[in-house]
């Protein structure tokens, strides 16, 4: 996620996260995943969310 700029709306998060990590190796919870990463960055305050809709996340 970036630090600076509008950051990234969780369709682009989930988009970067299947670019990362291929479906065979996640397959249909890829998406669980990734969601549960970004809200356990967001509960230890690594990463905030950047207000406006979509609602943008960005690193703290």
Do not use: I
Not at 30 to 51: H, N, S, Y
């Amino acid at each position: 996620m970036p630090k600076l700029g509008p950051g990234v709306t969780q369709a682009e998060m989930m988009a970067l996260m299947k670019q990362a990590l291929p479906a065979s190796e996640w397959g249909a919870t890829q998406g669980w995943c990734a969601k549960t990463v970004q809200l356990d960055a967001e509960a230890r305050c690594e990463v905030v969310r950047d207000g406006g809709k979509p609602l943008p996340w960005k690193n703290k």
